[in-house]
């Protein structure tokens, strides 16, 4: 089936503004990630969640952030007042298992991430 | 600070070479993964090695996992101009549910 899809991919937006992504992870998976992508570093955790509720969400940089997950299918990702430093691709993926007993800490499937730059 | 760190940062090899990427961590892991990204997109799954294995292959990648060390390596035999990506290790963490912990990444170029 269809892989996982982020919208938009490219979104430039005024400093402090909001702004929502959204994600759509492959039908049937469970778990769903958030990760955000500076330009040349590595990934940083934000937020996962397991069905709609979020077991951990020690990765949102500030109260600005926040996600979520409705009918365990679509999620959103939305920050409030946009700061210069928010501007990154944020990264969604989802996976069909998750915790003990469930193939704990399955592969993600990776969307091809939305490029926000904060003006 | 990053659970996963990779090294080299950066790697530039010829066609036909291998291509050896390290991964090293802190805490204890229920597994470790390997992952590919290619500029301006997401990343994919390349191969997963649990806590209790030392080996795995996969076609032309090996990767071998030493918990005494809390390392692992990515070997790439035989490597191609399509290689030229960025690779990264993700550790699951013990005791902290799937959540994967990315490392800074080892930038690979395959030069034809």
């Known amino acids: 089936g269809a892989g996982v899809s982020q919208s938009p991919s490219n979104k430039v937006t005024e400093k402090g503004k909001d702004v929502e992504l959204r994600c759509d992870p492959i039908s049937g998976h469970t778990a769903l990630y958030w990760y955000r992508q500076s330009l040349g570093q590595g990934l940083e955790f934000l937020i996962y969640?397991?069905?709609?509720?979020?077991?951990?969400k020690s990765g949102l940089p500030s109260d600005r952030f926040s996600a979520e997950r409705t009918g365990g299918s679509v999620s959103t990702l939305t920050i409030q007042r946009t700061q210069q430093e928010d501007s990154a691709v944020y990264l969604c993926?989802?996976?069909?298992?998750?915790?003990?007993?469930?193939?704990?800490?399955?592969?993600?499937?990776f969307g091809n991430g939305t490029r926000l730059t904060v003006t | 600070s990053q659970q996963g760190e990779e090294d080299p940062q950066a790697l530039s090899i010829q066609e036909g070479e291998n291509a050896t990427m390290n991964c090293s961590y802190k805490t204890s892991i229920n597994n470790l993964q390997w992952y590919r990204q290619n500029s301006g997109r997401g990343l994919v799954h390349l191969i997963l090695?649990?806590?209790?294995?030392r080996e795995k292959h996969s076609g032309r990648l090996r990767v071998t996992l030493d918990t005494s060390k809390k390392s692992s390596s990515l070997l790439i035999t035989a490597s191609r101009a399509a290689d030229t990506a960025s690779y990264f290790c993700a550790t699951v963490l013990y005791n902290q549910g799937g959540k994967l912990i990315f490392g800074q990444g080892t930038e690979l170029s395959v030069k034809p």
């Open positions: 090695i649990r806590s209790n294995e």
């Open positions: 993926a989802s996976s069909s298992k998750i915790g003990p007993g469930q193939g704990f800490g399955s592969p993600l499937h």
């Open positions: 969640f397991q069905g709609n509720s979020a077991p951990d």
